[in-house]
C-alpha cells in the first residue's frame, strides 16, 4: 500500500516509518513525502530517494487555496493512507473531504488529555506522573479524531521537555509504524466515536 507521510519538524518518526517499508515483507511504502516548510523532513526525502512535495501556506493567497493545492497534490500520489508525524498544520476541509477516514496521527500525550501543539510541555507543567502517546484517525478537530492505540510513559521527577518527549518519541516510533501496518492489513471499524482493527 503507497503511503504518504506528512512532516514539519525533525523526521524522526518519518524515519521510523521508513525503516519498517523498507523490511522485506512490509506491506506499506512510503509513495511520497509531504511538509509545509523547510525542515530535516526534506532531507530525509532526498537521502531515501522518496518523492517530496513541499506546499507552503506563504506560497498560496489563503488557506481555501493552500487546501486545495495539498489536497491536489496528495490526490496526485493516490495513497492508501495518509499518516502526519509532526506536521504542524491543521487539515483543511477540502483535504478532510477527500482523504477522510484514512488519515492516521500520533501524538505525544494520552488524549484527551493535552491535546494541541504543546502537549509535552503542558503536561510536564500540569504535574502528570504519567503520560504517553496516543495513535489516531484524523477528524476536522484538533487531535480529536477516534483513537486507535495508546502507551503510558512515566513522567520522571527530574524530566525536562526534552528528556520527555524524546522518551515519548521512542514509544511512538514502534506504535505508529505497528498502527499502521495493522491498517493496511486489516483496515479500521469505525463505530460512531470508536475505531477498532480488527
Ligand atoms: C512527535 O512527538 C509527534 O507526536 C508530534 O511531533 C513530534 C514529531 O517528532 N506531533 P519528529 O519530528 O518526527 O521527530
Redesign the pocket.
Known amino acids: 500500500t503507497p503511503l504518504v507521510v506528512m ?9 521510523s516509518l521508513i525503516a519498517r517499508a523498507d523490511a522485506a515483507d512490509a506491506p506499506f511504502r512510503i509513495a511520497a513525502i509531504v511538509v509545509d516548510r523547510t525542515c ?2 526534506q532531507d530525509i526525502a532526498q537521502r531515501n530517494d522518496i518523492p517530496l512535495i513541499t506546499c507552503r501556506l506563504g506560497d498560496h493567497p489563503d488557506r481555501a487555496a493552500w487546501d486545495r493545492a495539498l489536497t491536489d497534490a496528495v490526490a496526485a500520489v493516490d495513497p492508501g493512507w495518509i499518516v ?5 498544520k491543521i487539515l483543511g476541509p477540502a483535504f478532510l473531504g477527500r482523504f477522510g477516514g484514512r488519515i492516521v ?4 500525550a494520552l488524549l484527551p488529555a493535552f491535546p494541541g501543539a504543546h502537549g ?1 510541555p503542558d503536561a510536564l507543567e500540569y504535574g502528570v506522573k504519567v503520560t504517553g ?1 496516543t495513535v489516531h484517525l484524523v477528524d476536522e478537530g484538533v487531535d480529536t479524531g477516534p483513537i486507535l492505540a495508546q502507551q503510558v510513559v512515566t513522567v520522571a521527577d527530574d524530566d525536562t521537555v526534552e528528556t520527555l ?1 524524546e522518551r ?2 521512542t514509544v ?1 516510533r514502534v506504535l505508529l509504524a505497528d498502527v499502521v501496518t495493522a491498517l493496511v492489513t486489516r483496515g479500521v471499524v469505525i463505530d460512531g466515536r470508536k475505531a477498532r482493527i480488527p
Open positions: 512532516a514539519s519538524g525533525t523526521g524522526s518518526l518519518l524515519e530535516r523532513a502526519t508525524a509532526g506536521f504542524m496521527n500520533s501524538h505525544p509535552v502517546a518527549h515519548i518519541k511512538e
